[in-house]
């Protein structure tokens, strides 16, 4: 026997046998002839960190609906590379007073949380306290839901064991801002995480198919 097994028990799976056999000796009555069976232990409770640090951001726009995205955790200096920088700025950060300054701001949670409201609501609500942000997600398992500073609401999904939806919505952001419609992501978006490339739907939040805005150009950094 190996691992921590062998400084456990020298009789791995026989412990409700022998402590049944042992409390019913010492109560003096027979012992069932069922088996002795434990409930198994449950699995400790699933407790994610949540990560608040700024993130500034470093996007190409690679085809017609390709964008690389590239992140960095709170830098000390301006990142270095080819394309268009933007921050994304947790709604939780340490420093509030990033949020300002944010051109994305994000949060992590379940749709159907009652204290921040549906997602509808929350990244309508993050566009009127921010004025300057151009882009609220609303991060969930797999995807998240954005809505743009001209009105646009959106969904975006896609492997939920692929990359951070943030980076996706960072992604959206920058594609928008070249002055780009919604409506030309119904076969989605292409988004470059290193070599790795995560296809992304792109859908109204609600009813209907994408439609046409009046988009009235880039949004800047």
């Given at each position: 026997?190996?691992?921590?097994?062998?400084?456990?028990?020298?009789?791995p799976?026989?412990?409700?046998?022998?402590?049944?056999?042992?409390?019913?000796?010492?109560?003096?009555?027979?012992?069932?002839?069922?088996?002795?069976?434990?409930?198994?232990?449950?699995?400790?409770?699933?407790?994610?960190?949540?990560?608040?640090?700024?993130?500034?951001?470093?996007?190409?726009?690679?085809?017609?609906?390709?964008?690389?995205?590239?992140?960095?955790?709170?830098?000390?200096?301006?990142?270095?590379?080819?394309?268009?920088?933007?921050?994304?700025?947790?709604?939780?950060?340490?420093?509030?007073?990033?949020?300002?300054?944010?051109?994305?701001?994000?949060?992590?949670?379940?749709?159907?949380?009652?204290?921040?409201?549906?997602?509808?609501?929350?990244?309508?609500?993050?566009?009127?306290?921010?004025?300057?942000?151009?882009?609220?997600?609303?991060?969930?398992?797999?995807?998240?839901?954005?809505?743009?500073?001209?009105?646009?609401?959106l969904?975006?999904?896609?492997?939920?064991?692929?990359?951070?939806?943030?980076?996706?919505?960072?992604?959206?952001?920058?594609?928008?801002?070249?002055?780009?419609?919604?409506?030309?992501l119904?076969?989605?978006?292409?988004?470059?995480?290193?070599?790795?490339?995560?296809?992304?739907?792109?859908?109204?939040?609600?009813?209907?198919?994408?439609?046409?805005?009046?988009?009235?150009?880039?949004?800047?950094?």
């Amino acid at each position: 026997m190996s691992g921590p097994a062998e400084f456990t028990t020298s009789a791995p799976g026989e412990a409700a046998a022998r402590l049944r056999r042992i409390f019913y000796d010492v109560m003096g009555i027979p012992e069932p002839t069922a088996p002795a069976l434990l409930d198994p232990l449950p699995l400790p409770s699933y407790d994610p960190p949540v990560r608040t640090s700024p993130l500034r951001v470093l996007t190409s726009v690679l085809g017609a609906t390709e964008v690389s995205v590239t992140r960095y955790a709170d830098p000390r200096y301006e990142p270095q590379g080819p394309g268009e920088a933007h921050t994304a700025v947790h709604e939780d950060t340490l420093d509030p007073g990033l949020l300002a300054i944010a051109d994305v701001i994000f949060r992590y949670g379940s749709p159907d949380d009652p204290r921040l409201g549906p997602p509808e609501y929350w990244t309508a609500e993050v566009l009127e306290r921010h004025p300057g942000c151009a882009l609220a997600a609303y991060v969930t398992a797999g995807g998240c839901v954005v809505r743009t500073r001209d009105g646009a609401l959106l969904r975006l999904a896609a492997d939920p064991q692929a990359a951070d939806p943030a980076a996706y919505a960072s992604a959206l952001h920058a594609w928008l801002a070249l002055g780009k419609d919604p409506a030309d992501l119904t076969d989605g978006l292409t988004v470059w995480t290193g070599q790795t490339a995560h296809q992304v739907s792109v859908t109204q939040a609600g009813p209907g198919p994408l439609a046409h805005s009046d988009h009235a150009g880039p949004e800047g950094d």
